[in-house]
């Protein structure tokens, strides 16, 4: 069955490698995208870009209603800033709520994804490794983490005004990282920092999602008709600051909780514009690493991608090349000696 389509934050990072996606998809009738800000992507017959503010369910609804509209994708998010708190919980957690009254009210709309993250959760001491779906969601400090968590809790009382006929599902997404990595982002600070750090006495646990299993994953969350509930959307595993610092021919810094701590807050407070924060210190040394048995089972998918290989393409694409494993190395010599046979 043909499918038209809304995402929201489709200038965003994940809004735009998701608009992207569903134009290529078979079964993807019209992409509506809707965002304050333009899109990225170029203008073309299936896809329409509507300037609206998602905290407007009249302007939602009438978008809904005008396009025929049977899948929202809600993946709008505000940088969860301290000094924009009051803007960023409205946008965040009050546009998620009017998100889900629009697509409440319309009944031409089926499916409503909405994406949080597996930060919700929070880097707090005594994390069980790997986090499942009926733990607790504890962030508390990082804002980004505590707006997810909140976003999450009050669509919880929302939830038992759903009309019969809507499936609701809550992405957790891991960090999704790739070939289109933004000039922010985790994949490029690491790749400019001139070492990793980690603390002592902890293998510092990394999850990343790949851009591809992003992609892989909303599409079956679509093509399901009944899927809904709350998944972790993580890879198989996790991997290491050593294992990327290997990877990477970066040395690696271990230092002490105590001291790392405070080093990145007083990094934070001098240089404003910095992304490293205090925050970075407790996902080190109390790592958010979910588990995926949940959505595997539902959508019957499996993940191509484990952490470190989305993370090296983020690095190729950032122009760091990744060391060749030992593996890597004799199969790639293998295909050399391979081509100097002269055919007989």
Known sequence: ???????????GYLGDLLVRNLLTHPIV????????????????PKFKHC???IRDEFLLRSIISEEGIDTVFHLAFMEADPSRAVLSHA??????LTVFDAANRSSGVT???ITSSTWAYGARRGNPLPLRESDRLRATDWPYGLHKRLVEEELSKSLPQCRKGLHVAVLRLAT??????RPQGPVRLFCEAPF???VMLRPGHLQFLSEGDFCRVMNRAMEEPSFSGTYNVAPDGWTTVGDLCRRLGKPRVPMPYSILWPLFFLSKRIQKRSTVSEDLADMLAFPVVASNDKIKKALGLSFEDDSETAFLEGASACGCSPAETPREAGRHAAKRTMRSIPPR
């Not at 069955?1 to 200038?11: E, H, Q, R, W």
């Not at 509506?32 to 170029?42: F, S, T």
């Not at 999704?176 to 990595?181: A, F, T």
């Open 111 to 113: 499916k409503l994804i």
């Open 51 to 53: 300037a609206a503010d």
């Open 176 to 181: 999704v990282v790739g070939g289109s990595e």
């Open 1 to 11: 069955m043909a499918k038209k389509v809304l995402v929201t934050g489709c200038s």
């Open 196 to 198: 990793g750090v980690s």
């Open 91 to 96: 946008m965040n957690v009050g546009g998620t």
């Open 29 to 44: 009738q019209k992409v509506v995208a809707v965002d304050l800000k333009p899109p990225k992507v170029p203008a073309r």
